[in-house]
């Protein structure tokens, strides 16, 4: 089976194909500038495979949470690539990724992503399995989080953030960190379990949003401002 994942959600961009046996990827810093090279790592991926995109079976992406733009920039190319290619879109929750990569640690496992506004994504994870909703907190209330459970384990991009600058987080054998950047061939994996038990993700589908988006919030400002303004002038009798 002919594989390409694509992860945009973080500062990370990665890239990953598989041809049967074989693996390669890539992970590289790229400043959230995805789109300026997301298109030459994959032609050089599946070139090192000696793949093109007709040759491809199955497409994964990242579904966020994470970066707004990265995610509409990865989601964007996968189906782009996918239509051209004439194969199925299959995608992975960025959180569970991370969840599913240490589903071996023996408690509990949070995933963490800055998701700007000194607020971070997370979801709780034991054994793989994700355990409630997916959620977005300020660092205090992740801490407490983190700080309740007796052996935890703190990974993603962005756990650093958490670790070290909560008080009694250095506890021995309470609190561990593996910022891991290994987590594209779970990603790979989880794609393809979902594509095989649910199919492909339907045409309009897109990325999981934790909150709304900036343009989001700031249109439903405008449109509250502008709600506020008829109801005065109704009162007013301007209407």
């Known amino acids: 089976m002919n594989v390409l994942g694509i992860d945009t959600a973080t500062g990370r961009l990665g890239v990953i194909a598989r041809k049967g046996e074989e693996t390669c990827a890539v992970s590289v810093t790229s400043g959230f500038r995805h789109g300026e090279k997301l298109i030459a790592w994959i032609e050089k991926v599946l070139s090192s495979l000696s793949l093109e995109a007709k040759d491809l079976d199955l497409i994964v992406c990242s579904l966020g949470p994470g970066s707004f733009t990265g995610l509409r920039i990865g989601m964007a190319a996968a189906k782009g690539l996918a239509l051209a290619a004439g194969c199925?879109?299959?995608?992975?929750?960025?959180?569970?990724?991370f969840g599913a990569?240490?589903?071996?640690?023996?408690?509990?496992?949070?995933?963490?992503?800055?998701?700007?506004?000194?607020?971070?994504?997370?979801?709780?994870?034991e054994g793989g399995r994700r355990i409630g909703e997916y959620l977005d907190l300020p660092p205090e209330?992740?801490?407490?989080?983190?700080?309740?459970?007796?052996?935890v384990l703190l990974t993603g991009p962005d756990a650093y953030k958490i670790y070290a600058e909560g008080s009694g987080m250095n506890k021995p054998g309470h609190v561990s960190i593996a910022v891991s950047s290994q987590e594209l061939p779970t990603l790979l994996e989880l794609g393809?379990?979902?594509f095989q038990s649910q199919g492909g993700l339907p045409d309009g589908a897109g990325p999981i949003y934790v909150r709304p988006s900036e343009a989001e919030i700031v249109?439903?400002?405008?449109?509250?401002?502008?709600?506020?303004?008829i109801i005065g002038k109704q009162r007013r009798g301007d209407l």
């Open 88 to 97: 199925p879109l299959s995608g992975a929750s960025t959180l569970d990724t």
């Open 101 to 125: 990569r240490f589903a071996f640690f023996p408690g509990t496992v949070l995933p963490v992503i800055d998701a700007r506004k000194s607020r971070f994504y997370t979801a709780v994870y």
């Open 141 to 151: 209330e992740l801490r407490s989080i983190a700080e309740g459970q007796k052996n």
């Open 192 to 194: 393809i379990q979902t």
């Open 219 to 229: 249109g439903l400002m405008k449109k509250a401002e502008q709600n506020k303004s």
